[in-house]
């Protein structure tokens, strides 16, 4: 089992729509929960940190965490063809006594006008 | 503001040679650094961990002593590939860590793309 499960995707939305992009992890310990946005040929952007469960919204972006489920999830709302990206979904916990975040695969959104 | 920046952004270069890539944390400290690789339509794949005044703690596969790492500051490391070859040719990004214990966040550099001929 990955440590960090995401759908690869792509996730095809009409522009407008909500984008709903799901993350499980393995690590019952887990504290911190973080979702980044890659564009094609550039490197990651951190756009959420969530750390306690429920739900954080900033601007069109809404992270939800539920960890007795091991869940956490992004919705974009108004999705526009500029979020058409790769999502990624990171988990840091205490591996070996340190802490260390897990990146997922990634989920490709493309939105389309 | 959290920035990282990279230096050089992209870097092409002949098969046995060495190529350094710095990574900076301009506004903030980091104690702890990490150095990923991603090729083409792939994951990105942590290669190392970075600590301020410590060896770096290397990924299983990763050789240790073809990317050397150096943590000197607060704010610099660096990675050299030493004696390149064309199979390390690749998207190399480094990212910082912000923040203490689990409230932390890491914020990553623009990465640098290195073509080895």
């Known amino acids: 089992q990955k440590e960090v499960e995401q759908n690869s995707g792509p996730l095809s939305v009409p522009e407008g729509a909500i984008a709903s992009l799901n993350c499980t992890y393995s690590d019952r310990g887990s504290q911190s929960f973080f979702w980044y946005r890659q564009y094609s040929g550039k490197s990651p952007e951190l756009i959420m940190s969530?750390?306690?469960?429920g739900d954080k919204e900033d601007g069109r972006f809404t992270a939800q965490l539920n960890k007795a489920s091991q869940y956490v999830s992004l919705l974009i709302r108004d999705s526009q063809p500029s979020d058409s990206a790769t999502y990624l979904c990171?988990?840091?916990?205490?591996?070996?006594?340190?802490?260390?975040?897990?990146f997922g695969t990634g989920t490709k959104l493309q939105v389309i006008p | 503001g959290a920035v990282v920046s990279q230096h050089p952004s992209r870097v092409i270069c002949k098969s046995g040679t060495s190529v350094k890539i710095e990574c900076r944390s301009l506004d903030f400290q980091a104690t702890t650094m990490f150095w990923y690789r991603q090729f083409p339509k792939k994951s990105l794949m942590l290669m190392a961990t970075?600590?301020?005044?410590?060896?770096?703690?290397?990924e299983q596969g990763v050789e240790k002593d073809k990317f050397l790492i150096n943590h000197a500051s607060l704010t610099l490391s660096t990675l050299t590939v030493t004696s390149a070859h064309p199979e390390d040719s690749s998207f190399y990004i480094c990212s910082a860590r912000k923040g203490l214990g689990n409230y932390n966040e890491q914020f990553f550099g623009p990465g640098t793309r290195l073509t080895v001929l």
């Open positions: 969530i750390y306690s469960n």
């Open positions: 990171a988990v840091n916990g205490n591996s070996g006594g340190y802490q260390k975040v897990t």
């Open positions: 970075s600590n301020e005044g410590s060896k770096a703690t290397y």
